[in-house]
Nanobody, 125 residues
Framework: QAQLVESGGGSVQAGGSLRLSCAAS????????MGWFRQAPGKERELVAA???????YYADSVKGRFTISRDNAKNTVYLQMNSLKPEDTAVYYC???????????????????WGQGTQVTVSS
């Protein structure tokens, strides 16, 4: 079964930066659209950013201008550079992807076949 391994989370003060990485197994990574999602306690899953197989990007309004998603198909890895972090960015961050467009993933009920363990991001004020 394919795997997703997220890393790079941590605790930072407001205004700080973190870079998340997601290593994916499998031979079809380059053909998949990929996204970063987050879920805070008591809240629904939220699509944060997405990047298509052709490198077109999507960002939630809440992170536009602060977060940057990128991918390295040679390494089967997708990244999320997070700058100017705010306390409201605190959540567990996950990556995932398939052939759907990002607008489908905005629905918090959209189902993926599997998830990784996620990486915790905590931003203090």
């Amino acid at each position: 079964q394919a795997q997703l391994v997220e890393s790079g989370g941590g605790s930072v003060q407001a205004g700080g930066s973190l870079r998340l990485s997601c290593a994916a197994s499998g031979r079809t990574f380059s053909k998949k659209n990929m996204g970063w999602f987050r879920q805070a306690p008591g809240k629904e899953r939220e699509l944060v950013a997405a990047i298509s197989s052709g490198a077109t990007t999507y960002y939630a309004d809440s992170v536009k201008g602060r977060f940057t998603i990128s991918r390295d198909n040679a390494k089967n890895t997708v990244y999320l550079q997070m700058n100017s972090l705010k306390p409201e960015d605190t959540a567990v961050y996950y990556c995932n992807g398939d052939g759907a467009v990002a607008t489908a993933w905005v629905d918090a009920k959209y189902e993926f076949d599997y998830w990784g363990q996620g990486t915790q991001v905590t931003v203090s004020s």
